[in-house]
């Protein structure tokens, strides 16, 4: 990651400085594939309760814990991550499987080695328990209080993706770029203590008032793994 890398493709945030964790499970724990349904409420543990739902339940104040220690989350981008112990609150720590790498992060999104996040670490925090609505301004480090991005609990919804359907919050994070600005969405599901789904974007305002758009990255959950 550049400059700072806060989050990531599935793992840390900024495409500039994202980090990629690929790689495959290697181990004899149970596959847990969540069949379709919708995961609702907090307590619904990963080996697969599912209930079943056609609208968003009303979104719950959703508190942070980790997933258990060797639990691995595959995505449709090929890669895998595992979540291992000793990470400090508030932060989760997962493992790169192919390269083993770790990185801690918070909301499986923002991570503990990116400068904005580590500046902004208390404000991030203000945003737990998640509710629908809550916005915090990140200070961009050694400039001045100058804001380098803007983090919003956008809404709490059903979302589709090849592991199943899922109550998810989504967390926004909107940052200018010079012309432009970046746009970056995870899904957020307190029942898996992980993202079902992130996507990010790009849009710029030219000159003549056309404005183009690009999405250079996104991956969704396919399967679980449990210890």
């Known amino acids: ?5 806060m989050f990531g493709s599935r793992r840390v945030a900024h495409p500039r400085d994202r980090q990629r964790l690929p790689g495959r499970l290697d181990g004899c724990e149970m596959i847990v594939r969540l069949i379709p349904g919708v995961l609702l409420g907090l ?14 339940p009303s979104a719950p104040a959703a508190k ?15 890669s895998s991550i595992q979540a291992l112990a000793g990470a400090k609150a508030p932060f989760c720590r ?10 801690d992060l918070i909301l499986g999104a923002f991570s503990a080695a990116s400068p904005i996040v580590q500046a902004n670490l208390d ?25 380098a991005a803007t983090v919003t609990v956008e809404k709490y919804e059903i979302v589709e993706v090849p592991v199943g359907k899922l109550a998810c919050y989504v967390l926004l994070w909107t940052e200018p770029s010079g012309q432009g600005k970046w746009e970056r969405r ?8 992980y993202a079902a789904k992130y996507t990010a974007s790009f849009e710029v305002v030219t000159s003549g008032g056309q404005t183009l758009s690009s999405s250079p990255a996104s991956w969704e959950l396919q399967s679980v793994r449990v210890p």
């Open 43 to 56: 307590g619904v543990a990963l080996a697969g309760a599912v209930a079943s739902a056609q609208t968003p």
């Open 94 to 103: 997962f493992a790169n499987l192919n390269g083993g790498q770790q990185v």
């Open 1 to 5: 990651r550049p400059a700072a890398p």
């Open 123 to 147: 404000v991030l925090i203000s945003l737990l328990p998640l509710q629908v609505g809550k916005t915090v301004h990140l200070a961009r480090p050694g400039a001045g209080g100058a804001q």
């Open 186 to 193: 995870w899904w957020y599901c307190p029942s898996l203590e």
């Open 64 to 78: 942070m814990s980790c997933p258990a220690p060797r639990t691995v989350y595959t995505f449709t981008d090929s």
